[in-house]
């Protein structure tokens, strides 16, 4: 029984672990394109943009003709620059960017935020972690 009580607090442990730590989600520029160039994260995550070769900006936005483009951020990613971050504090929702001089080339990606989840489910968590010893 005792290690049965155990093994569910070592397994609540590793859920909070997992859901509280903002993660930092890393893509890769692999010559004109961001890899992978989709991805989905939470809400106070990071997205970590790593250079590889030749000279690219990582700029927010759905292209050079968004009213909006750079607002969030443009930053240049080349020899000097060799990683971008942001962390994606705002709103939920779709976040594009984009690569300023590669864009009519298709050098494109998109920031999925999900609503962070990290407070309910450590709550929810713990609540069945004191059951336990009750
Ligand atoms: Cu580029």
């Known amino acids: 029984m005792k290690s049965m009580i155990w093994g569910a607090v070592i397994a609540a442990?590793?859920?909070i672990s997992m859901n509280a730590s903002a993660d930092v989600i890393e893509v890769n520029q692999?010559?004109?394109?961001?890899?992978?160039?989709?991805?989905?994260?939470?809400?106070g995550d990071t997205v970590r943009w790593i250079w590889a070769d030749?000279?690219?900006t990582v700029t927010s936005g759905a292209g050079l003709f968004d009213p909006d483009q750079g607002v969030?951020?443009?930053?240049?990613?080349d020899a000097v620059n060799t990683v971008v971050e942001y962390t994606y504090d705002g709103a939920p929702g779709e976040y594009p960017y984009?690569?300023?001089?590669?864009?009519?080339?298709?050098m494109t990606g998109n920031v999925t935020v999900l609503p962070a989840e990290a407070t309910s489910?450590?709550?929810a968590t713990w609540s069945q972690v004191k059951t336990l010893f009750q």
């Open 54 to 56: 030749g000279a690219h």
């Open 98 to 106: 984009f690569c300023i001089p590669h864009f009519f080339l298709g």
């Open 30 to 43: 692999v010559g004109l394109m961001f890899i992978p160039s989709e991805v989905v994260i939470q809400q």
């Open 121 to 123: 489910t450590e709550e």
């Open 72 to 77: 969030l951020f443009n930053n240049l990613l």
């Open 13 to 15: 442990c590793l859920l």
